[in-house]
């Protein structure tokens, strides 16, 4: 099948963690792109994520809501194909309240397809998740299995994956899915564990590990996550979905040993806390698929740390700004069983 000549992209979610890598770089490798930017700015979305490239011509930056028609027709009849980032990302946030994530990550959705639908695009791209399969008892999952989604987070990436599917063969829109696994890299918000972990160690306070941490995750780096998204923007089969995963399994004790031996703080700021209710204690996944179309991830998980703790190290003033007294507030709502001196003065 011919590649489409994709030369004005619709990026939802642009300024957020994954969003704004694609955007640094397919403006960095791609010459002929340009890129109209629609965030909402959430607390997890900033402009400053893409100060490296604000100003480039190439790149227009419009904050609005995708869940917002009167916002997103217009924009989309511009443009010849819609990835879509926009979401909210965090498990632990869809347990506290599951509301916006159901607005954005699955009505969101819709209103891009609708207006996908009207304008002829040549490629609408859904960036979903491997946490859509649940837990991962045995083996690894392949793109055929049945989704089993069991946070409120993973239910409506799945709700909108179910939706993404049928306007393909309904009204045969050319679609593509990704289901990338765990993502970390410079700009992460840190809520995440590993951005969480590293600006904790560096302010000393306590690293919070849910349960036993034996729970594991394949962590990917955020470059290599991007670099699949492009690869199946350009070269994937529309109505098909791709697994996108780093090949690791590492455990939450082994990420808090990581960060402690990186950024030279003490095994005792380790600290156990209640479990995360619904916890899905492994994701696994078979990337054949994507790998047949060239595409390997290409840094390994202590390397991908090393660069993201001196990110973490240079960028003292950007993660900071996030753990304001909002973001505390929320810490101390989600995490049962904190010590002390867990939240620094
Ligand atoms: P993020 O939370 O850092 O960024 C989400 C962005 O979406 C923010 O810029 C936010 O302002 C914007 N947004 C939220 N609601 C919006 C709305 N209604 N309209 C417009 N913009 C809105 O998330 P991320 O980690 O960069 O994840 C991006 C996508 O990748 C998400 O769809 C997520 O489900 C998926 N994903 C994330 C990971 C991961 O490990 N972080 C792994 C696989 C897939
Ligand atoms: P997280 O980064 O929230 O991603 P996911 O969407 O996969 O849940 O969590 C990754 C793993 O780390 C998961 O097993 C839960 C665990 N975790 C902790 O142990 N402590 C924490 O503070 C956080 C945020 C996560």
Redesign the pocket.
């Known amino acids: 099948m011919a590649e489409p000549r994709l030369r004005h992209l619709l990026v939802?979610?642009?300024?957020?963690?994954?969003?704004s890598a694609f955007v640094r770089q397919r403006l960095a490798q791609d010459a002929e792109i340009n890129i109209t930017v629609?965030?909402?700015?959430?607390y997890?979305?900033?402009e400053e994520n893409l100060a490296e490239v604000a100003r480039d011509p190439r790149l227009r930056f419009i904050r609005?809501?995708?869940?917002d028609p009167a916002t997103v027709e217009p924009l989309t009849r511009e443009v010849d194909a819609i990835v879509?980032?926009?979401?909210?990302?965090?498990v632990d946030r869809s347990l506290l309240d599951a509301g916006a994530f159901v607005?954005?990550?699955v009505y969101?959705t819709y209103v891009l397809l609708e207006a996908a639908r009207h304008s002829r695009h040549q490629r609408f791209l859904q960036?979903?998740?491997?946490e859509v399969y649940g837990h991962v008892k045995d083996g690894r999952r392949r793109e055929e299995d049945p989704l089993d989604p069991r946070s409120p987070y993973s239910s409506t990436?799945a709700g909108a994956e179910m939706l993404v599917r049928a306007y393909h063969i309904s009204h045969g829109l050319p679609t593509l899915i990704t289901?990338?696994?765990?993502?970390?890299g410079p700009y992460?918000?840190p809520e995440?564990i590993i951005p969480l972990f590293i600006t904790n160690a560096l302010q000393q306070v306590p690293l919070p590990i849910y349960g036993d941490g034996s729970a594991v995750r394949d962590y990917l780096y955020v470059d290599d996550?991007v670099n699949a998204i492009a690869r199946v923007l350009w070269k994937g089969q529309p109505g098909t979905a791709y697994n996108v995963g780093g090949g690791t399994e590492v455990s939450g004790v082994k990420v808090a040993d990581s960060v402690l031996q990186a950024c030279g703080r003490p095994g005792s700021l380790k600290h156990f806390v209640k479990d995360r209710p619904g916890h899905d204690y492994r994701y696994a996944l078979d990337i054949r698929r994507i790998r047949s179309m060239g595409w390997e991830p290409r840094v390994n998980f202590q390397d991908g740390m090393r660069l993201t703790v001196d990110w973490y190290r240079q960028n003292d003033a950007w993660w900071r700004k996030r753990k304001s007294a909002d973001f505390w507030n929320y810490y101390q709502q989600n995490y049962r069983g904190l010590p002390a001196n867990a939240i620094p003065d």
């Open positions: 939802t979610g642009g300024a957020g963690f994954i969003g629609l965030d909402k700015l959430t997890a979305g900033s609005g809501d995708i869940c879509n980032f926009a979401a909210e990302s965090h607005q954005t990550d969101g960036v979903s998740t491997d990436k289901r990338g696994s765990n993502t970390y992460q918000f995440k996550h």
